[in-house]
């Protein structure tokens, strides 16, 4: 299983692969997001201009979809206390650690979505449209 390691401050995150085919579901809903795109500018190995639109539509539900797969699939573990899925303790965590919450957002949907944006890119490399 695909995994990613990200520290913010003292705080570690362990990021882990969702199910590709929840992934892929989500990509398809939140293809909305992407009309009007020029996804020819999209930065293939940081995902900065998704990020962006992700960023820009904050009040459609199917963010909240992304958040919630995102943060489903995040281990924290805190100095000195035990490690814990953070979709179990999200609103007791970001109370403490507010500034952790869209910076960690943004990581995880990099880590669960670029790899299916870059295989869009090679396949439509490959046939050369």
Same mark, same amino acid.
């Given at each position: ?9 003292? /705080? ?7 199910? !590709?085919?929840? !992934?892929?579901?989500? #990509?398809?809903?939140? *293809?909305? =997001? =992407? &009309? ?11 995902? *900065?201009?998704?990020?962006? /639109? ?11 979809? #992304? ?6 699939? /995040?281990?924290?573990? #805190?100095?000195? *206390? ?6 179990? &303790? ?13 910076? =960690?957002?943004?990581?995880? !949907? ?12 090679? /396949? ?6």
């Amino acid at each position: 299983m695909r995994s990613e390691q990200t520290t913010i401050g003292d /705080i570690e995150y362990i990021l882990n692969a969702g199910t !590709a085919v929840k !992934a892929f579901e989500l #990509i398809k809903k939140g *293809g909305v =997001l =992407l &009309k009007g795109a020029d996804l020819s500018k999209v930065d293939k190995s940081s995902g *900065g201009e998704l990020i962006s /639109i992700l960023l820009g539509n904050l009040q459609e539900p199917v963010v909240n979809e #992304i958040q919630d797969f995102v943060y489903s699939n /995040i281990v924290v573990k #805190i100095p000195n *206390g035990q490690p814990f899925r953070l979709q179990d &303790k999200k609103d007791e965590h970001f109370n403490n650690y507010p500034e952790h919450m869209l910076p =960690l957002l943004v990581k995880g !949907a990099k880590f669960q979505f670029t790899p299916f944006f870059n295989s869009f890119s090679q /396949i439509t490399g490959d046939l050369k449209l």
